[in-house]
């Protein structure tokens, strides 16, 4: 069993940034990889960025790439999302997740959901 916790969410001016963490505990496994995901009003859950946990690489949603960074500690029990020049289209519940599948950052691939921490990106 795996716990995910995120933080960081808060309200910004467009523009702005935020830094998003989430805290990994429990059980966890060989080869998991963690993502962030978004969720807008009204919207479907979107993957935002996925990181493996293995090799180090990353995947970025083309809405959000050179923007957003997803990073973690040596250890694997933080995975933190860096959120510069914020738009309002960006404001959404974030959530952390983990899978052992790699790839693309799709909602039936992850398990492990966190509770979710609200961004807000005014204009």
């Known amino acids: 069993q795996v716990q995910l916790v995120e933080s960081g969410g808060g309200s910004v001016q467009s523009g702005g940034s935020l830094t998003l963490s989430c805290a990994v505990s429990g059980h966890t496994y060989n080869g998991q990889h963690m993502a962030w995901f978004r969720q807008a009003p009204g919207k479907q859950r979107e993957g935002v960025a996925v990181?493996?946990?293995?090799?180090?690489?990353?995947f970025y949603a083309d809405s959000v790439k050179g923007r957003f960074t997803i990073s973690q500690d040596n250890a694997k029990t933080t995975v933190w999302l860096q959120m510069n020049s914020l738009k309002p289209d960006d404001t959404a519940m974030y959530y952390c997740a983990a899978t052992i599948i790699d790839g693309a950052p799709l909602v039936g691939r992850y398990k492990y959901w966190g509770q979710g921490t609200q961004v807000t990106v005014s204009s």
């Open positions: 990181i493996s946990t293995g090799r180090g690489s990353t």
